[in-house]
């Protein structure tokens, strides 16, 4: 659990970056509906819950210089006894200031009217234009009520800026207790893995792996996925975000399962590809055993000053010169490399950042470098090959043999540490699973 000392910790850290004449405004996440009157459950936007700690929707955070401390102003829904009878609790202005350490808390009704004042003598907003356009319209209205009190001798901010970029650098590197949740979403994960493997069945349908993972899920106290859970089988193996789970697993199947859960809002992020009737096949084998290696290779290269390229190249090496030993490519392995031969079966990256998102923020690449790496980020490693039967060309032995390999590893002071081990991968390993 993130402690409300930590999230204020990291409003002092933004507000020290921005400098003492910029001001900071966060919007909450609005309500999405999912048909009709009926809501998705609701999820914070993961900026605004970084620096607030704060689950409610209808809120707007602003921080802003104030002496030698920040100022936190929350604006939020007032306390109502019949919404809360419908909808559950509120913490209004009183719990925003005790439960999250706001140092002033307004009804949100009030926005409009109080936002010119608080934003009168700041030279810079620091607010991400153009993904709430409700509150958009609530910000120039507001700026065009400070231009017409210039003869007042009002001061109107000279410029908007977008905080996004400082605020997904401070999130790239995880604090211990960050950490610690992102290592329980993995164990929680990896026991979903290994129950969907052990009730796999040819003849079952793919949904009903994707309710065991739920079930593994929720049982443990992670009550979302992080991301829409991916049960392929068959064919649907080379379909990399495949969503519709619901097709029937045929005996000679493999099956690919990319899913992880949400715990207390960090993600965990794994894929494991296994034969539906617990035996790999010869040729399933073969391909594998390459991206088993180029995923071992890839990680390996996890520590701290290296690139963040270098599990990419890794990978792509291993897994090129196994596609040539396989028939699949035929030339030079460097010049195969240089043209991208491998595309047609291996089209993504090497993985990707992991936190409150999935798909976590911070830059990959700046000034056309790839970035180093540094302890507590967090990311994936995740080859694959993918042999659809509708590439042109494939022999039908590899007819919809589609592999791919994810871990989760956090960069530590001395190299790395696989937050998702403890999920079987070898080919004797899974296959023993399978076979308890």
């Given at each position: 659990m993130i402690k409300m000392t930590e999230f204020a910790k990291r409003r002092k850290q933004l507000i020290q970056k921005i400098g003492s004449n910029g001001i900071v405004i966060l919007v909450a996440a609005p309500i999405a509906i999912r048909n009709n009157d009926c809501a998705y459950f609701y999820r914070q936007q993961s900026d605004f819950y970084y620096l607030t700690g704060f689950e409610e929707?209808?809120?707007v955070a602003i921080l802003l210089p104030h002496k030698k401390n920040?100022?936190?102003?929350?604006?939020?829904?007032?306390?109502?006894?019949?919404?809360?009878?419908?909808?559950?609790?509120?913490?209004?202005?009183?719990?925003?200031c005790k439960h999250f350490g706001a140092d002033e808390a307004y009804p949100i009704e009030a926005l409009a009217t109080r936002l010119p004042e608080i934003l009168e003598d700041h030279e810079c907003i620091h607010y991400a234009l153009g993904l709430n356009k409700s509150f958009d319209a609530v910000l120039m209205d507001s700026l065009n009520t400070l231009r017409g009190r210039v003869r007042r001798g009002s001061e109107s901010p000279l410029?908007?800026?977008?905080?996004?970029?400082?605020?997904?650098?401070?999130?790239?590197?995880?604090s211990s207790a960050e950490i610690a949740l992102m290592r329980k979403a993995a164990e929680i994960s990896v026991d979903a893995h290994i129950r969907a493997m052990q009730f796999c069945k040819p003849g079952m349908n793919e949904y009903q792996l994707d309710a065991e993972l739920s079930h593994e899920f929720q049982r443990q106290g992670a009550r979302f996925?992080?991301?829409?859970?991916?049960?392929?089988?068959?064919?649907?193996?080379?379909?990399?975000?495949?969503?519709?789970?619901?097709?029937?697993?045929?005996?000679q199947d493999l099956v690919l399962i990319d899913a992880g859960c949400e715990y207390q809002y960090y993600a965990s992020d794994i894929t494991r590809t296994f034969p539906a009737n617990g035996t790999f096949s010869a040729d399933q084998r073969a391909v594998y055993d390459i991206v088993l290696a180029a995923q071992e290779a890839g990680i390996h290269t996890i520590k701290p000053g290296a690139s963040w390229i270098a599990a990419q190249q890794a990978m792509v090496k291993i897994m090129t010169q196994g596609?040539?030993?396989?028939?699949?490519?035929?030339?030079?392995?460097?010049t195969l490399i240089e043209e991208r031969a491998y595309f047609p079966f291996y089209m993504h990256h090497s993985g990707h950042w992991l936190g409150l998102d999935v798909h976590d923020v911070g830059r990959y690449k700046a000034l056309d470098k790839w970035r180093t790496l540094e302890p507590?980020?967090?990311?994936?490693?995740?080859?694959?090959?993918y042999l659809s039967r509708d590439i042109p060309g494939i022999p039908k032995r590899w007819h919809n043999i589609g592999i791919r390999i994810e871990d989760d590893i956090l960069?530590?002071?001395?190299?790395?540490?696989?937050?998702?081990?403890?999920?079987?991968?070898?080919?004797?390993?899974?296959?023993?699973l399978m076979a308890q």
């Open positions: 929707p209808d809120a920040e100022k936190f102003i929350l604006f939020n829904r007032t306390r109502d006894r019949e919404r809360e009878i419908w909808d559950g609790f509120r913490a209004g202005q009183e719990g925003a410029a908007i800026v977008d905080p996004s970029h400082t605020i997904h650098e401070m999130r790239l590197i995880k996925t992080a991301y829409h859970s991916i049960v392929g089988s068959g064919a649907n193996t080379c379909i990399l975000h495949y969503h519709n789970n619901n097709q029937v697993i045929q005996n596609l040539i030993e396989l028939g699949l490519l035929k030339g030079k392995l460097a507590g980020m967090v990311l994936t490693v995740e080859p694959g090959i960069v530590t002071e001395t190299g790395h540490d696989v937050l998702t081990k403890r999920l079987p991968k070898k080919i004797k390993e899974i296959e023993g």
